[in-house]
């Protein structure tokens, strides 16, 4: 089966550094994207991962491991504006060339002063 | 042009209608696809497209009922929904590439009450 597990809830100080953990067991793994989702908004896309090692984007970083089938997203110097949810996704091959993307539960994050 | 736009941004119907969710994107892109996302709930995968031809239903009821004219155009046609279809639908496309790294583009979606 197919399964995505991340913490549901966190909160953490800004101008801080915060690490969101993914743990996943699906079949056909084609990649691993986090997203974030402000309330009331549609997800848009942060980092992309598909061998292992880590990924640095400006203030977020993406961690992949495959064979533990784990993730993690670091955000660092936390601002105010980063409370959203963040979205660990995997992209599964579904037959010929389609994929779809299976979501992990998510997790909010609340920035505190 | 570099977005998906959905509309309408929101939508009350009752039981008894019937609606139509339409989603837009002119990127050019291969698949598009249709999710529901209820609150404090990840998206789930209803439909997809590929090449404009359905590759994936979810298992959704047949009262929802996908169309996709055009390579441009998916559209979510609603009949005799149920109070707990109200929820954030939201529309995504792939680009044509279909890199590695290629992600999907969410459109803003559209929020439903069924009443």
């Known amino acids: 089966g197919q399964n995505i597990d991340q913490p549901t809830e966190m909160t953490a100080t800004e101008g801080a550094i915060v690490q969101i953990n993914c743990t996943y067991q699906t079949s056909g793994f084609n990649g691993l994207f986090w997203y974030q989702q402000h309330a009331g908004e549609a997800p848009t896309f942060l980092s992309y991962?598909?061998?292992?090692g880590l990924e640095e984007k400006g203030r977020f970083s993406s961690f992949l491991s495959r064979s533990k089938g784990y993730s993690y997203l670091l955000l660092k110097e936390l601002q105010m504006k980063d409370s959203a949810s963040y979205l660990c996704?995997?992209?599964?091959?579904?037959?010929?060339?389609?994929?779809?993307?299976?979501f992990g539960t998510g997790t909010l994050l609340a920035v505190q002063p | 042009d570099t977005e998906v736009t959905q509309t309408p941004k929101h939508l009350v119907m009752g039981m008894t209608n019937k609606k139509s969710l339409k989603c837009e994107q002119h990127?050019?892109?291969?698949?598009m696809y249709w999710y529901k996302q209820k609150a404090k709930k990840p998206p789930e995968l209803m439909f997809v497209y590929s090449y404009e031809k359905l590759s994936i239903n979810e298992s959704v009821p047949s009262r929802f009922s996908p169309e996709c004219p055009n390579s441009s155009l998916l559209n979510l046609h609603l009949h005799a929904l149920q109070p707990e279809d109200s929820a954030l639908y939201l529309c995504a496309s792939l680009p044509r590439s279909g890199g590695a790294r290629e992600t999907q583009y969410f459109g803003p979606g559209t929020r439903l009450l069924v009443l």
């Open positions: 991962n598909v061998l292992d």
């Open positions: 996704a995997v992209r599964a091959l579904y037959g010929g060339a389609t994929n779809k993307l299976i």
């Open positions: 990127m050019g892109h291969r698949a």
